[in-house]
């Protein structure tokens, strides 16, 4: 089945640091790719997703690319603010046979300390 | 991307009691809501998908005469937890289903049961 490995966290950074995490994935079809972050007591925001091989999606200083052929899509940004400290989850949905679901990586927690 | 809500944010109730979450979709009419639950530092638990005008499907695992799901409209879904115990305290989000590969999650519900 569809499954989606992170790095385990917490990440803990200075501010104006550079940010990488970790994702990798493994699906039968051909996926989108999705990162979502959640801030502490909230749900979850759609923060990028890339649909098919070389997309980058990019929002709020944020950017990942859509890797085939390393199965990855591993999330940066060039320098953090203690606002991004929050929980990042790389997630995907197969939608070669029609489908919807979305399987979750177990999440990353990110801090950022001035 | 749409915009969720859920109520309540968050409920205490004592064990034997039922809840019911509420999840509405406030400007898409979503035939398709999915229901999650999130333990603590721990990654989202997709519970059953909830079609409009329709039995819900449940994941494996998942009980449902206990957690009954209705989405009686294409912008409101409900969970109703029956019988609640302290074992089924947690967060759970619901999310509404946007063209075949994105969702957009509401705020969640803290459920706590004593």
């Known amino acids: 089945g569809d499954s989606v490995t992170q790095m385990e966290g917490p990440v803990t950074l200075s501010e104006e640091a550079f940010l990488t995490i970790n994702c990798t994935y493994t699906?039968?079809?051909?996926?989108?790719l999705f990162w979502y972050v959640q801030y502490p007591g909230e749900g979850l925001q759609l923060l990028l997703k890339?649909?098919?091989?070389?997309d980058k999606g990019s929002n709020k200083g944020f950017e990942a690319t859509y890797r085939k052929e390393t199965t990855s899509f591993h999330l940066e940004k060039g320098s953090v603010q203690v606002s991004d400290s929050a929980v990042y989850f790389c997630?995907?949905?197969?939608?070669?046979?029609?489908?919807?679901?979305?399987?979750f990586g177990t999440g990353t927690q990110l801090k950022v300390e001035l | 991307g749409a915009v969720v809500s859920q109520h309540p944010s968050r409920v205490i109730c004592k064990s034997g009691t039922s809840v019911k979450i509420e999840c509405r979709s406030l400007?898409?009419?979503?035939?398709?809501m999915f229901w999650y639950r999130q333990f603590p530092k721990q990654s989202l638990m997709l519970m059953a998908t909830?079609?409009?005008?329709?039995?819900?499907?449940?994941e494996q695992g998942v009980e449902k005469d206990k957690f009954l799901i209705n989405h009686a409209s294409l912008t409101l879904s409900t969970l109703t937890v029956t019988s609640a115990h302290p074992e089924d305290s947690s967060f759970y989000i619901c999310?509404?289903?946007?063209?075949?590969?994105?969702?957009?999650f509401g705020p969640g519900t803290r459920l706590t049961v004593l």
């Open positions: 400007d898409f009419q979503a035939t398709t």
């Open positions: 909830s079609n409009e005008g329709s039995k819900a499907t449940y």
């Open positions: 997630a995907l949905v197969d939608v070669t046979g029609g489908g919807n679901k979305l399987t």
């Open positions: 999310s509404v289903g946007q063209n075949t590969d994105t969702q957009y």
């Open positions: 699906a039968t079809g051909y996926p989108s």
């Open positions: 890339a649909t098919k091989a070389d």
